[in-house]
């Protein structure tokens, strides 16, 4: 039977034409044994392609863990992956004043989707390498980034399940919800369908509160948030017609557009707090230049950008500010909908970072991997430890690792204290209801939440989310018997 599949960015929806109604794995995933590898170009819209390929080949040669083969055919799994990388401009002479040179050391950004496939097509082992900011040779320490993780990953790979597909009738799936994990959605959809055809999904990332609206309504099978409060808040007292199910960890991020600027900026809980209090006006301030003591900030307005729209990245991005400054938490609080001071409001995190983008002297906030799509800079955020941290598969990791989540999987990762923690990661969570009349119905959304929970965690990486902590995961297994 044909797969098809349509998405059109206009409208952010996805819609997909899979093959059966639910999924079973016929046993544990077993070891891979992975000997030979072959390395694909590597696609960066740059001139550095293949030169990546060429340097990660020669890294893993003097590791010495695999032999690099020339063709797929010969290969036990394939390593290659894309992105963009792009110069961000030179180094300054004087590294206090930010700005950007015609010459010198070059600066870039960028990010690279790197994936481990075996010869079926299915991902091994994924990760998301970001180039060091003042790299002379960007390609070659992306390069040993590259294969370090791979080498080290290649000792822990697993063989992916078996599926299998019982003869049932197609179902029709339909979400709603966050636009926080939809990168991973989007990703997670597209592969899920080469798999099972006959199953058809569609998600609309039409943001949290939308989407858990339409849950409730009857309007969709699942809905997607980033906050574990969003039933108790959209729908006082049906909370126990709903579980939710965390699918996987990502981070909310401060992003900044100042025009000729290079230079990192540092932020304090106080400050983010101020900004968007009103308080803080001018990017010179001195709670910002306190934090940023060896650049010199330029004297220009802040201007605020947020959510329009009831927002689980907004209820994450409130709930640190809630948990770390007093003020905020008694004027504002953590909510979806926030009643924002000050600001310009934009729909989804596409939105807000497509309007930092456009408005010179601008912050707001997003998901991870929009602000790498978009070109932004991002910022780093004190921890409770005190440390200035980036976001990143480790510090995301760190903040989950130590995690207290209980049964109900309702837990918040902000400020969490471990060291290296990025402070403002959040979980992000699949709501299903408790009942499901329809066995086929039934039997296709828990089929796609263990799909989510195997293939679905190694996947995430690439994209720069978390998977989940294993415990969790096993946890979660178990507790898909209450979905009845």
Same mark, same amino acid.
């Given at each position: 039977?044909?797969?098809?599949?349509?998405?059109?960015?206009?409208?952010?929806?996805?819609?997909?034409? *899979?093959? *059966?109604?639910?999924?079973?794995?016929?046993?544990?995933?077993?070891?891979?044994?992975?000997?030979?590898?072959?390395?694909?170009?590597?696609?960066?819209?740059?001139?550095?392609?293949?030169?990546?390929?060429?340097?990660?080949?020669?890294?893993?040669?003097?590791?010495?863990?695999?032999?690099?083969?020339?063709?797929?055919?010969?290969?036990?799994?394939?390593?290659?992956?894309?992105?963009?990388?792009?110069?961000?401009?030179?180094?300054?002479?004087?590294?206090?004043?930010?700005?950007?040179?015609?010459?010198?050391?070059?600066?870039?950004?960028?990010?690279?989707?790197?994936?481990?496939?075996?010869?079926?097509?299915?991902?091994?082992?994924?990760?998301?390498?970001?180039?060091?900011?003042?790299?002379?040779?960007?390609?070659?320490?992306?390069?040993?980034?590259?294969?370090?993780?791979?080498?080290?990953?290649?000792?822990?790979?697993?063989?992916?399940?078996?599926?299998?597909?019982?003869?049932?009738?197609?179902?029709?799936?339909?979400?709603? =919800?966050?636009?926080?994990?939809?990168?991973?959605?989007?990703?997670?959809?597209?592969?899920?369908?080469?798999?099972?055809?006959?199953?058809?999904?569609?998600?609309?990332?039409?943001?949290?509160?939308?989407?858990?609206?339409? +849950?409730?309504?009857?309007?969709?099978?699942?809905?997607?948030?980033?906050?574990?409060?969003?039933?108790?808040?959209?729908?006082?007292?049906?909370?126990?017609?709903?579980?939710?199910?965390?699918?996987?960890? =990502?981070?909310?991020?401060?992003?900044?557009?100042?025009?000729?600027?290079? =230079?990192?900026?540092?932020?304090?809980?106080?400050?983010?707090?101020?900004?968007?209090?009103?308080?803080?006006?001018?990017?010179?301030?001195?709670?910002?230049?306190?934090?940023?003591?060896?650049?010199?900030?330029?004297?220009?307005?802040?201007?605020?950008?947020?959510?329009?729209?009831?927002?689980?990245?907004?209820?994450?991005?409130?709930?640190?500010?809630?948990?770390?400054?007093?003020?905020?938490?008694?004027?504002?609080?953590?909510?979806?909908?926030?009643?924002?001071?000050?600001?310009?409001?934009?729909?989804?995190?596409?939105?807000?970072?497509?309007?930092?983008?456009?408005?010179?002297?601008?912050?707001?906030?997003?998901?991870?991997?929009?602000?790498?799509?978009?070109? +932004?800079?991002?910022?780093?955020?004190?921890?409770?430890?005190?440390?200035?941290?980036?976001?990143?598969?480790?510090?995301?990791?760190?903040?989950?690792?130590?995690?207290?989540?209980?049964?109900?999987?309702?837990?918040?990762?902000?400020?969490?204290?471990?060291?290296?923690?990025?402070?403002?990661?959040?979980?992000?969570?699949?709501?299903?209801?408790?009942?499901?009349?329809?066995?086929?119905?039934?039997?296709?959304?828990?089929?796609?939440?263990?799909?989510?929970?195997?293939?679905?965690?190694?996947?995430?990486?690439?994209? =720069?989310?978390?998977?989940?902590?294993?415990?969790?995961?096993?946890?979660?297994?178990?507790?898909?018997?209450?979905?009845?």
């Amino acid at each position: 039977m044909p797969v098809t599949m349509t998405f059109s960015k206009s409208k952010w929806r996805i819609r997909l034409v *899979c093959c *059966c109604a639910t999924v079973a794995f016929t046993s544990p995933a077993t070891s891979a044994e992975i000997r030979r590898l072959y390395v694909e170009p590597f696609t960066t819209q740059s001139r550095l392609e293949e030169k990546l390929r060429t340097d990660v080949i020669a890294e893993l040669h003097k590791l010495d863990r695999v032999t690099i083969v020339d063709s797929p055919s010969h290969a036990d799994a394939i390593l290659g992956g894309g992105g963009e990388i792009w110069l961000k401009g030179y180094r300054s002479l004087n590294p206090r004043s930010g700005r950007l040179p015609s010459n010198g050391t070059a600066l870039y950004g960028g990010y690279l989707s790197v994936e481990l496939r075996n010869t079926r097509g299915e991902t091994l082992w994924s990760y998301l390498a970001t180039p060091q900011a003042d790299s002379e040779d960007v390609a070659k320490d992306l390069a040993k980034r590259i294969a370090r993780r791979v080498v080290e990953a290649l000792d822990h790979v697993e063989a992916p399940p078996e599926p299998t597909a019982p003869p049932e009738a197609p179902a029709v799936l339909k979400g709603a =919800g966050a636009t926080f994990p939809f990168p991973v959605y989007e990703k997670w959809l597209t592969n899920y369908r080469r798999e099972h055809p006959n199953l058809e999904i569609t998600y609309d990332p039409i943001g949290s509160e939308s989407g858990i609206r339409r +849950l409730v309504a009857g309007e969709a099978d699942f809905g997607a948030t980033d906050s574990p409060e969003a039933i108790r808040e959209l729908a006082p007292g049906e909370e126990g017609k709903f579980l939710l199910f965390p699918s996987v960890v =990502g981070a909310v991020v401060p992003i900044v557009n100042l025009p000729g600027f290079s =230079g990192d900026i540092q932020f304090t809980p106080e400050a983010l707090a101020g900004i968007y209090l009103g308080k803080i006006v001018k990017w010179n301030d001195p709670v910002l230049k306190q934090a940023n003591p060896a650049v010199a900030l330029p004297d220009l307005p802040i201007v605020v950008v947020h959510r329009a729209d009831g927002s689980g990245t907004s209820y994450a991005w409130t709930d640190f500010l809630s948990k770390t400054v007093s003020e905020w938490k008694d004027r504002i609080g953590a909510s979806l909908a926030p009643s924002w001071p000050v600001g310009k409001s934009a729909e989804r995190n596409e939105g807000v970072a497509a309007l930092v983008k456009e408005l010179g002297g601008s912050i707001g906030y997003v998901e991870f991997i929009y602000a790498l799509q978009h070109h +932004l800079s991002i910022g780093k955020v004190r921890n409770r430890r005190g440390q200035f941290v980036a976001a990143s598969l480790e510090s995301i990791a760190a903040a989950a690792d130590q995690a207290q989540i209980g049964n109900e999987f309702k837990a918040s990762l902000v400020n969490a204290p471990a060291a290296g923690a990025y402070p403002i990661s959040s979980l992000t969570w699949i709501a299903v209801p408790a009942h499901i009349a329809d066995q086929r119905r039934h039997n296709a959304i828990v089929g796609f939440l263990e799909w989510m929970l195997g293939p679905g965690q190694l996947q995430a990486a690439a994209l =720069g989310y978390g998977a989940l902590p294993k415990d969790l995961a096993a946890r979660e297994r178990a507790a898909f018997a209450r979905i009845h």
